[in-house]
């Protein structure tokens, strides 16, 4: 069996419900874990056995940062959440690996995603880095389908 070489990410798009709706510079939080629930038990010979098995599984959150533009697409999302409407936010979607030729390397799909955090940047008029903003979006399943 030949070795792979590990994939490069250049970019991410996020794409809600079909729709891509931004390209991201860093993305993070493609985890998920199992809790460790430790049973006690004792054996037909008396002898105590110790078993370890799968709980609760838990996915971590996926955050998404890219220099801020004039599309409100990000904010409108999370205003819905912000107006009450969580149920109504709720969406699937993907967040999509290019890599360097700008082809699709990996897609990341999630369930019933919504935006739970959104940090805007961070202004100095010294300052002359790109201005990054920052979402966190909250789902209930993630797949790696590609």
Do not use: C
């Not at 798009?13 to 939080?29: E, I, K, Q, R, T």
């Not at 533009?69 to 999302?77: E, I, P």
């Amino acid at each position: 069996m030949a070795e792979r070489d590990p994939l490069i990410g250049a970019r991410f798009a996020l794409d809600v419900d079909g729709v891509v709706s931004a390209f991201f510079s860093n993305a993070s939080g493609f985890n998920n874990t199992s809790e460790v629930v430790t049973h006690h038990a004792v054996d037909a010979s008396g002898r105590s056995v110790v078993q370890k098995i799968p709980g609760d599984l838990v996915w971590d959150d996926i955050t998404l940062s890219r220099g801020i533009t004039d599309d409100k697409a990000l904010w409108d999302w999370r205003q819905k959440v912000l107006d009450g409407d969580v149920s109504g936010a709720r969406a699937n979607g993907s967040v999509i690996m290019y890599n360097q030729s700008g082809e699709e390397v990996a897609r990341f799909n999630f369930t019933n995603g919504w935006p739970s955090s959104w940090k805007g940047p961070d202004l100095g008029a010294e300052d002359q880095t790109v201005a990054v903003e920052e979402i966190t979006i909250t789902h209930e399943g993630l797949e790696r389908v590609s």
